[in-house]
């Protein structure tokens, strides 16, 4: 019996060892991403450089407004209009070149991602980082909104591909 419980006892112990080193190696990610969420901010990270985007870039790039479903799991299926710059227009103004890479990776502040492959990216009016929803901003976290930025597939009825509390941006290879 004794032998089952410090058995039990070293995994338990194995187990948040892990997790705590866990955590530490993802603190200085995480506090990244509550300064770029509090700048309102996006990294863009892409051929070994770095570029912060804010609002400011994004209207400097040309605003659009467009139309698409917002169903969420509380929500029924609903029609909104957007205000956002395609991505595509994002990183053509940084001069940013797909050919090396199959997708964009972009990530939230609750670490969720989603990837975009460069096809997708590249259609006209299909993939957007947003900043407005029915000409209202989207609203910070803290106060139950999904900003400062939120990426948005326009064909995507189910609003399963979006990334609220954008903060990141990555091309991968």
Known sequence: MHKKNFAVICIFLCLFVAVWISLKLNQPNIEEQKK????????????????????????????????????TSSTNPTNHKYTGVQLKNILSHYQIDLDESSALVLSGMDNYSVAYTTEEILKNNHVYIVFKEDDSYLGSKENGGRGPYESIVVADDFSNRRCKWLTRIECVK
């Open 36 to 71: 770029l969420l509090e700048n309102a901010e996006i990294l863009l990270l892409a051929n070994q450089q770095e570029y912060l985007i804010g609002l400011n870039d994004l209207m400097e790039i040309g605003e659009e407004e467009f139309t698409s479903v917002l169903d």
